[in-house]
């Protein structure tokens, strides 16, 4: 909107500059009339009179009036025009720092969820853990617990392979990661999980 106006008013000037041209020309032309007058008569034409060529300035002058307002009013209307697409720019700007201001705030958030549901997690394993051990004391005091492992070196392989196992996941994992990122919010909490697993528990 504002070129389109820019470009009429451009129009507009080189109308006025015309105009003005043409009445340079004529008050020169009113100058030497008489002569032309008296040249023209001994020829037979018809001379162009005083009164004809002042209706001629007069008209042109009214357009130039005309043209100088219309002008004007383009002039103002342009300025107008900036003065709202600074306005909206502020406006745009001031919106784009208050997303960028909530957005910085849900990131915090789901990081704080992110962590807490993690710790969370870790709670419900550890407790799970701690659950199965109190049932295995609780067989072993009713006599009633029969083992899985009865030697040292059972106990030791079953141990490995669920080390194993439980690595074997941490690798899936961390493979899915480098292969998929756009995968890794999604796998962000069982990676940290499968992590924290993987620490060989404390006594």
Avoid: F
């Avoid at 900036?82 to 201001?101: G, I, M, P």
């Avoid at 710790?119 to 659950?131: H, I, M």
């Amino acid at each position: 909107e504002i070129h389109r106006m820019q470009v009429r008013y451009n129009q507009l000037i080189r109308n006025q500059e015309q105009l003005i041209q043409e009445m340079e020309k004529a008050v020169g032309r009113r100058e030497t009339i008489s002569t032309r007058g008296d040249a023209m008569v001994k020829q037979g034409k018809k001379a162009e009179t005083k009164g004809t060529l002042k209706k001629k300035v007069a008209e042109l002058r009214k357009k130039v009036k005309s043209l100088t307002v219309e002008a004007s009013g383009c002039d103002t209307e342009i300025k107008k025009l900036r003065e709202h697409q600074s306005a909206l720019a502020q406006t745009l700007e001031d919106k784009n720092v208050s997303c960028k201001e909530k957005q910085q705030l849900v990131d915090d958030l789901s990081a704080q969820h992110e962590k807490i549901m993690l710790e969370k997690d870790k709670v419900t394993q550890d407790l799970l853990s701690k659950q199965k051990k109190v049932k295995y004391l609780d067989q072993v005091k009713s006599n009633t617990y029969k083992m899985m492992c009865k030697t040292e070196d059972s106990i030791e392989k079953v141990r490995n392979r669920e080390t194993e196992r439980l690595q074997a996941l941490v690798n899936i994992v961390d493979h899915m990661n480098r292969e998929y990122p756009h995968l890794k919010p999604a796998l962000h909490r069982a990676t940290l999980l499968l992590n924290w697993r993987a620490v060989p528990e404390q006594m």
